[in-house]
């Protein structure tokens, strides 16, 4: 099957978030299932990663092979679905390519972001007292430090980037038996560069 224009097709595993495989040092793997966990937060339970099996022509950025993070509610739309394996835990289907492809996953486990978006951290807030000790760290709510950014991009890697409020979008994903983050920030939320 081909991906037409501006469609991807891609392979999803159901369970992504699930299984786990430990390499041990004689060779042998060890296979572990930890049951779904209960969470309100989608972005934590829903699965992210999915592997491109076609590309349409009118894309250039994204090839076959690639490993893409989407949004949280990307790869469990029921109406895009064309293969279900329940015994090998994969969907494959067709997505369109915007700006709910937040990434590419690169051999290295780095990121690299698409349509528009910055891969960026939270900036901590200096503690208000030496006295009082909070038991949580808390982030500024609207400054971050960019990490990656897409070629010709308004920003780049190292600024320090002040965002409209709650525009920052934290990824959850699975990459090589571990759970990383990543912060999502798309261009058009970007007010401005803080000197």
């Not at 990121?111 to 528009?116: R, S």
Request: some cysteine; proline content about 3%.
């Amino acid at each position: 099957m081909k991906a037409r224009r501006k469609h991807l097709i891609v392979k999803s595993w159901d369970e992504q978030k699930e299984t786990h495989q430990i390499k041990c040092d004689d060779g042998r793997v060890i296979n572990l299932y930890i049951g779904r966990r209960y969470s309100e937060n989608s972005r934590e339970q829903n699965p992210v990663v999915c592997e491109v099996l076609s590309a349409g022509e009118d894309i250039s950025e994204i090839k076959v092979g690639d490993l893409l993070i989407v949004h949280h509610n990307v790869l469990t739309n029921e109406a895009c679905i064309i293969e279900r394996d329940i015994e090998q835990q994969y969907t494959i289907l067709t997505i369109l390519s915007d700006n709910t492809i937040y990434a590419k996953i690169n051999n290295d486990g780095s990121l690299t972001p698409l349509n528009g978006n910055c891969i960026a951290e939270r900036i901590q807030k200096p503690p208000a007292s030496t006295i009082i000790i909070s038991p949580w760290d808390e982030n500024l709510d609207t400054e971050f430090i960019v990490k990656a950014v897409p070629e010709n991009y308004d920003v780049k890697v190292g600024d320090r980037i002040l965002c409209y409020k709650y525009s920052d979008y934290e990824m959850v994903f699975h990459y090589n038996n571990e759970e990383r983050r990543a912060i999502r920030i798309w261009r058009d939320d970007i007010l401005g560069v803080m000197g």
